[in-house]
Antibody, heavy 116, light 108 residues
Framework: QVQLVQSGAEVKKPGASVKVSCKAS????????MHWVRQAPGQGLEWMGF????????TYAQKFQGRLTITRDTSTSTVYMELISLRYEDTAVYYC?????????WGQGTLVTVSS | EIVMTQSPATLSVSPGERATLSCRAS??????LAWYQQKPGQAPRLLIY???TRATGFPARFSGSGSGTEFTLTISSLQSEDFAVYYC??????????FGGGTKVEIK
């Protein structure tokens, strides 16, 4: 069965960076876009960007241009989301999700807390 | 960017009653619309795709309808496990993928 398993919770200081991983299994990793979606506490869902694992091409939401990098390692079927220059408002649960293009499968989420 | 607007923000319904949730797109998204269910502390779960196709594991009391700019999610007879937040999302004109702000279905 399809599984997306994310890395654990992180606490970072303002200005730092965070890198969250998402390991995929149960399907052909290179065939489907992998998206990142975040959810601030008590708020809705916000799409951040995606990678196409086959060629590694990426697209980011305008809001995150310059701060967000999504990469992949096809040898381990893992996608990484790195966000730099963290601000308090980046405190959120970060999800990876895949689908074509409705998001059929989601990771369990990774809480990133930005706190001094 | 297509803006998705959901109403109402909160819907108070008694178990066994019908719930009707609305989602409006700022421009036509054809039938390229999904609904997600999210329970506290859990990741969202795909409920409906292509505006009206139920995803695996969801019972027939959930139905989606609409096309263009107006969409509806109907839960015909609410069960205790259906109290959650529901989000709509368009994938007709992307990137970006855009979500509505969500409707919380709570117990009346």
């Amino acid at each position: 069965q399809v599984q997306l398993v994310q890395s654990g919770a992180e606490v970072k200081k303002p200005g730092a960076s965070v890198k969250v991983s998402c390991k995929a299994s149960g399907y052909t990793f290179t065939s489907y876009y992998m998206h990142w979606v975040r959810q601030a506490p008590g708020q809705g869902l916000e799409w951040m960007g995606f990678i196409y694992p086959s060629g590694g091409s990426t697209t980011y939401a305008q809001k995150f241009q310059g701060r967000l990098t999504i990469t992949r390692d096809t040898s381990t079927s893992t996608v990484y989301m790195e966000l730099i220059s963290l601000r308090y408002e980046d405190t959120a649960v970060y999800y990876c999700a895949t689908g074509n293009p409705a998001l059929d499968y989601w990771g369990q989420g990774t809480l990133v807390t930005v706190s001094s | 960017e297509i803006v998705m607007t959901q109403s109402p923000a909160t819907l108070s319904v008694s178990p066994g009653e019908r719930a009707t949730l609305s989602c409006r797109a700022s421009q036509s998204v054809s039938s390229n619309l999904a609904w997600y269910q999210q329970k506290p502390g859990q990741a969202p779960r795909l409920l409906i795709y292509d505006a009206s196709t139920r995803a695996t594991g969801f019972p027939a009391r959930f139905s989606g309808s609409g096309s263009g700019t107006e969409f509806t999610l109907t839960i015909s007879s609410l069960q205790s496990e259906d109290f959650a937040v529901y989000y709509c999302q368009q994938y007709n004109n992307w990137p970006p993928l855009t979500f509505g702000g969500g409707t919380k279905v709570e117990i009346k």
